[in-house]
T-cell receptor
Framework: GAGVSQSPSNKVTEKGKDVELRCDPI?????LYWYRQSLGQGLEFLIY????????KSGLPSDRFSAERTGGSVSTLTIQRTQQEDSAVYLC???????????????FGSGTRLTVV | GENVEQHPSTLSVQEGDSAVIKCTYS??????FPWYKQELGKRPQLIID?????GEKKDQRIAVTLNKTAKHFSLHITETQPEDSAVYFC????????????FGQGTELSVKP
């Protein structure tokens, strides 16, 4: 597509429920990244994918968080048993990181605003 | 560990003045340093980036400088306009692997008419 698409744009969920956040990167972008932005805060790295594999999952806050990517395209970030501290905007980005010379310029999606009540 | 420090956290300038935001990074191997602008309620957007083979890069009213020895880089905005008001984030690539960026905490720039 023309840009990075994320869905849903807003999600309100009850504490303890599971949620799935979706990211559809720019066509042809092999690298995909998930970040979290809490209110008024910076961008916290969660995980990135090269193709379907995730070389770096170091930013996932706990084992309640997981992510997958299929077909080198769409990615899903899953949060199980949500807690109030999970409330944040979850941003996805993609890039042509594997191009040469590498183009690390991220294109961000509009994010999913998650509210856990 | 992975760290990018950004200062100041807030910056207020008069329209037409210059604004400077500074960042330091911890990974001496980093070779790519982008800057993003995020307007209220919107996605971050890349405004300029610099690679370690150059010391300065300009694009109209914005410029970025890089000092690899000191491990710091700066964003300079000249002739500021009210539409420059936003949060600005610096970032550095971590370990030059896969494009993982570590972001600074952001600077909220306010340009007063």
């Amino acid at each position: 597509g023309a840009g990075v698409s994320q869905s849903p744009s807003n999600k309100v969920t009850e504490k303890g429920k599971d949620v799935e956040l979706r990211c559809d990167p720019i066509s042809g972008h092999t690298a995909l990244y998930w970040y979290r932005q809490s209110l008024g805060q910076g961008l916290e790295f969660l995980i990135y994918f090269q193709g379907n594999s995730a070389p770096d999952k170091s930013g996932l806050p706990s084992d309640r968080f997981s992510a997958e990517r299929t077909g080198g395209s769409v990615s899903t970030l899953t949060i199980q048993r949500t807690q109030q501290e999970d409330s944040a905007v979850y941003l996805c980005a993609s890039s042509l990181a594997t191009a040469w010379p590498p183009d690390y310029g991220y294109t961000f999606g509009s994010g999913t605003r998650l509210t856990v009540v | 560990g992975e760290n990018v420090e950004q200062h100041p956290s807030t910056l207020s300038v008069q329209e037409g003045d210059s604004a400077v935001i500074k960042c330091t990074y911890s990974d001496s191997a980093s070779n790519y340093f982008p800057w993003y602008k995020q307007e209220l309620g919107k996605r971050p957007q890349l405004i300029i980036d610099i690679r370690s083979n150059v010391g300065e890069k300009k694009d109209q009213r914005i410029a970025v400088t890089l000092n690899k020895t000191a491990k710091h880089f700066s964003l300079h905005i000249t002739e500021t306009q009210p539409e420059d008001s936003a949060v600005y984030f610096c970032a550095a690539i971590w370990n030059n692997q896969g494009g993982k960026l570590i972001f600074g905490q952001g600077t909220e720039l306010s340009v007063k008419p």
